[in-house]
C-alpha cells in the first residue's frame, strides 16, 4: 500500500523485470476507484488483525529490522488474495497476494465480453501503454 502514492500521482513496481523497482504513472480518473478499493481491503486487514493474522511476508533483513512491520497497513498488498493460506517458507497464516492468474483470467472475460476479435493478454496492454507514452 506504501507504493501508492496518490499525491505524486505514482505508482512504485517493486522487483519488476531485472528485479528492478520502477516508478509508473497513477492518473487521476483512478483515484477515487483505487481509494475505495484500498478501503476494503483495510477493512480485510483490520480483521484479519482481530482474529491474529494479518501479517505479510517480508524479506528478512527488513523482518530483523522492523518486526512489527509485517502487521502495519502501509506494508499490506494492494491486491490481496480473497483467502488466507499457509505461508510454505514460515508455516505462519498470512493472506498474500493474488496471483498472476486471476489478472490473466480477468483480461481474458473483458476481451470476450468486448467481443475483441485479436488475441490480447495482460502483457499487450503493457506493450500498448508503452506505445502510447511515445
Not at 492518473?27 to 480485510?44: C, G, I, S, W
Amino acid at each position: 500500500v506504501k507504493d501508492v502514492d496518490f499525491g505524486n500521482q505514482a505508482l512504485v513496481v517493486r522487483s519488476g523485470k531485472g528485479d528492478k523497482d520502477r516508478v509508473t504513472l497513477l492518473p487521476d480518473f483512478l483515484h477515487a476507484p483505487l481509494k475505495q478499493h484500498l478501503e476494503k481491503v483495510k477493512n480485510f486487514h483490520e480483521s484479519d488483525l482481530s482474529k491474529g493474522h494479518g501479517a505479510v511476508f517480508l524479506p528478512e533483513a527488513l523482518e530483523r529490522k522492523y518486526p512489527k512491520a509485517n502487521r502495519e497497513w502501509a506494508w499490506q498488498y494492494v491486491f490481496p488474495s480473497a483467502n488466507l493460506s499457509v505461508d510454505p517458507r514460515s508455516a505462519v497464516v498470512r493472506r498474500h497476494h493474488i496471483g498472476q492468474q486471476v489478472f490473466q483470467r480477468a483480461m481474458r472475460d473483458a476481451v470476450k465480453k468486448a467481443n475483441i476479435a485479436k488475441a490480447a493478454s495482460v502483457h499487450t496492454l503493457r506493450h500498448s501503454f508503452a506505445t502510447h507514452l511515445l
